[in-house]
């Protein structure tokens, strides 16, 4: 089982991101400690919230107060709803919240469910609880929970993760060619997107575009793709190669066929209203671009705003990492299009959208699901330094991505016709 820690100033975002997942029957609420109870069994965000204000207030100087913490048993463990909220409570109390409000929520809205815990990091008296050697210990408890409850050790699993760390593209450190490979060759197994533009902008976190090209030739009309690699603005950062060098799957057609299967896997999904109403709660929520990115961020989900040269808005790009799926804010939805976040953003003309009502159900037990990785949705803050960018986008990737290790396809393509061609002879 591996425990992913996560910490931020904003409460309501971590209860409003479970709170989207149980509203939309992704997930329910399976324990909850310290908690307010209301006369209903329902519970909306701001009453979940009223269990953790009294801690806030008190609060003397912790900026990231909020816990966000995941629980991710390995796909091949078959865990009840019941143990699970054994292990939490048992997590909690090890790593010294067990006398803190918390929530547990489960996820099913990928093949591998988990929890995820919500609480607060501060005591009654505004003290922050220590967090001293928190990564060691919350391993030792792992290991710990898996021999007690008979789970799968994870222990060679973030070994092997760890040994395949992946980086944004550095056109500064070389191999500039295998670093883009280590992106593009990997990047389809993991995230549904329907068009290039699309693709772009996932890319794009990575510092890297592709570019469509058209020629002739023998009188026939040709496209293809160049792949480009980019600076920390944004900017072209090194000369083009071409979708050949990092094999078929590279290419434009490769593309088109995997735009076709998103589109076809993502028409009816749920996780659309979901990452649909995290949008709206934060555009509802927040006065400017950069606390709208901030407050999404926290969620694991990427903004991606393309302007003009004059500044105007023309388009905007959400990337959700909990569910890996890419969309066009029109896509999400018309009152999410990019003139609206122009209008709001550089007219100061505030749209009129109503925030989403979605209110918790009941507790209830039902089914375990069975248990590919989710990428925890709060280690994703892009928004200060490069460096914490690139750590950020590491850590959430778990090192899904090894790296291409200068693999060069067009050679391996003009080998295999050789071989071809002799074989024929």
């Known amino acids: 089982m591996i425990a992913k820690i996560g910490r931020s100033e904003?409460?309501?975002?971590?209860?409003?991101?479970?709170?989207?997942?149980?509203?939309?029957?992704?997930?329910?609420?399976l324990f909850a400690n310290k908690m307010i109870e209301t006369a209903s069994g329902h519970y909306s965000v701001a009453q979940l919230a009223q269990s953790f204000a009294p801690y806030l207030i008190a609060n003397r100087n912790t900026e990231k107060h909020t816990l966000h913490i995941s629980l991710n048993p390995d796909p091949k463990d078959k865990v009840s709803d019941d143990k699970f909220r054994k292990m939490a409570e048992e997590y909690m109390w090890e790593m010294g919240y067990g006398e803190q409000p918390f929530v547990v929520f489960k996820h099913t809205d990928i093949d591998r469910s988990h929890i995820h815990i919500v609480s607060v990091c501060v005591d009654e008296q505004g003290k922050k609880i220590s967090d001293k050697f928190e990564k060691m210990r919350s391993m030792n408890v792992c290991r710990e929970l898996e021999r007690k409850h008979g789970l799968i050790p994870a222990t060679d699993k973030e070994h092997k993760q760890n040994d395949k760390i992946f980086r944004p593209v550095d056109y500064r450190a070389g191999s500039v060619k295998s670093q883009i490979a280590s992106v593009v060759r990997h990047l389809p197994n993991y995230y549904h997107y329907q068009t290039l533009g699309e693709y772009n902008a996932l890319l794009s976190l990575f510092n890297v575009t592709t570019e469509k090209i058209e020629r002739e030739l023998h009188g026939k009309a040709q496209q293809g793709l160049l792949y480009i690699p980019l600076n920390e603005k944004g900017e072209r950062a090194g000369h083009p190669f071409k979708a050949s060098l990092f094999g078929k799957n590279a290419g434009l057609l490769a593309l088109e066929l995997h735009f076709a299967k998103c589109k076809t896997i993502l028409k009816d999904t749920p996780t659309k209203q979901t990452l649909e109403s995290a949008v709206t709660i934060a555009l509802q929520s927040t006065r400017d671009e950069l606390s709208f990115k901030k407050q999404l961020g926290e969620q694991g989900i990427n903004v991606v705003v393309r302007r003009n040269d004059v500044g105007r808005i023309y388009g905007i790009t959400f990337i959700d990492h909990n569910s890996k799926t890419v969309w066009n804010g029109s896509r999400l939805s018309k009152e999410l299009s990019a003139n609206t976040f122009n209008d709001y953003w550089n007219n100061n003309i505030r749209p009129d959208i109503k925030e989403p009502a979605v209110e918790l159900p009941k507790i209830s037990i039902s089914n375990d699901a069975d248990l590919p990785v989710e990428i925890p949705h709060h280690l994703f803050d892009f928004l200060n330094t490069n460096e914490k960018h690139e750590d950020g986008l590491i850590e959430a990737l778990g090192g899904l991505l090894p790296e291409a290790q200068g693999e060069d396809y067009e050679e391996q393509a003009f080998t295999n016709r050789m071989r071809k061609k002799k074989r024929n002879k």
């Open 10 to 29: 904003n409460l309501y975002g971590a209860l409003a991101y479970n709170n989207l997942k149980v509203g939309n029957e992704n997930g329910q609420i």
